[in-house]
């Protein structure tokens, strides 16, 4: 059991945050070191998921969408940062394994990037093995699994083996599995996809997705959802960009992913700094520097042609004071004279 002094420590902390938070990532950064090599996956990400909506996440490859989904979910711990679950009012960051497996089973589903159901199990075996694992007690475990089956739409199919199962199918056991635990949950359960749809047909992610909305309007689940399809961002509620492990925009209804730049919020994060869109930046020529007002409440950006640094190094010519001839600039003693510039 975890330490109810130490979680009550932690309430406080949390008191202001509304109810309607599943999960609350507070400038969270992830440093992966391989050796000589560090590599920072993320950067001072903040966001909140919010009980039953779904939330995509996009992001060229690398940019750090899986470490994000696992350090949600708790498999990878920030290297700084919060992560906050509503189940257990606190932030996860420092808790131990152990108390995060027992936190995550009421909590949180993944489905996984890549399908990892067992070849040698029927659908039906599948998910009763998910929920196995996850802890659903015996009494309730067989019933729970037809319920789940049948919510899904594999009622036909759940004696056919893995092996034999579609892309689409497969994947509906992978919702299954990932629902075990928290289909009796009232609200604030959390579902976390890692390119749920992506080798799908668009018709079969289609319908894989209309599921998701159907869980998410009955049973109240929140989503997460990794992915690069126009169709699942499209679904979303919100849909975040990440690169180079950095939030680098907010995009409501009507996302089009060619055209992010159209629907693009951009949020000051916890420290005030705000990404600037890379897009952008290349369409204006990749300035460095910019001179920033506030007029007719409108910020402005205005890109600048000399650099701080540049002209700072630049050096100026002066004027001799004893016989006024030029000294170049970095030189000081005159070529003309012999007299050692003073200022
Ligand atoms: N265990 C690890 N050790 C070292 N570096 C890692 C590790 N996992 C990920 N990285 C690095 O962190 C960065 C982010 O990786 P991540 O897997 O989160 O990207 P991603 O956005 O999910 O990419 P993709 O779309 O290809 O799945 C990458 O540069 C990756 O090489
Ligand atoms: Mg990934």
Avoid at 106 to 112: C, R, T, V, Y
Avoid at 267 to 295: C, N, S, V
Avoid at 311 to 329: D, T
Wanted: charge should be negative.
């Amino acid at each position: 059991m975890m330490n109810t002094i130490e979680v009550e420590e932690q309430l406080d902390l949390y008191s202001d945050l509304p109810d309607d938070v599943v999960v609350s990532v507070n400038d969270c950064y992830k440093i992966y070191k391989a050796q000589e090599l560090e590599v920072v996956a993320l950067s001072g990400v903040s966001l909140q998921i919010l009980e039953g909506k779904i939330m995509a996440v996009v992001g060229p490859s690398g940019s750090g969408k899986t470490t994000l989904i696992n350090t949600i979910g708790g498999i990878t711990k920030a290297t700084v940062g919060k992560v906050y679950w509503a189940n257990l009012r606190t932030d996860i960051t420092k808790l131990s394994e152990r108390v995060l497996t027992e936190a995550r089973r009421n909590f949180i589903g993944f489905h996984f990037q890549l399908n990892n159901l067992l070849p040698h199990l029927n659908a039906w075996q599948n998910v009763e093995l998910a929920a196995r694992i996850a802890g659903v007690p015996r009494a309730i475990r067989k019933e729970r699994v037809d319920r789940l089956i049948k919510m899904v739409g594999l009622e036909e199919r759940k004696r056919n083996k893995a092996t034999t199962l579609s892309g689409g199918e497969k994947s509906r056991v992978a919702i299954a599995s990932a629902l075990v635990n928290l289909i009796d949950t009232e609200g604030k359960g959390l579902v976390l996809c890692d390119e749920p749809t992506g080798d799908l047909d668009p018709e079969t992610g289609e319908r894989i997705l209309d599921l998701f909305q159907e869980l998410n309007e009955t049973i109240g689940t929140s989503f997460f959802i990794v992915t690069h399809s126009q169709q699942v961002a499209s679904k979303a509620d919100v849909t975040v960009e990440i690169r180079d492990g950095v939030i680098s925009g907010f995009h409501q209804a009507g996302i089009d992913l060619d055209e992010l730049d159209t629907t693009r919020i951009v949020r000051l994060d916890d420290k005030h700094r705000l990404p600037m869109p890379t897009d952008l930046l290349d369409l204006a020529g990749d300035p460095r520097e910019f001179k920033i007002t506030y007029e007719d409440n409108r910020f402005i950006l205005d890109p600048q042609d000399t650099d701080v640094i540049d002209s700072m190094r630049a050096k100026k010519a002066r004027i001799c004071r004893v016989c006024g001839s030029e000294i170049p600039g970095g030189k000081f003693i005159c070529s003309n004279c012999g007299s050692q510039v003073t200022v």
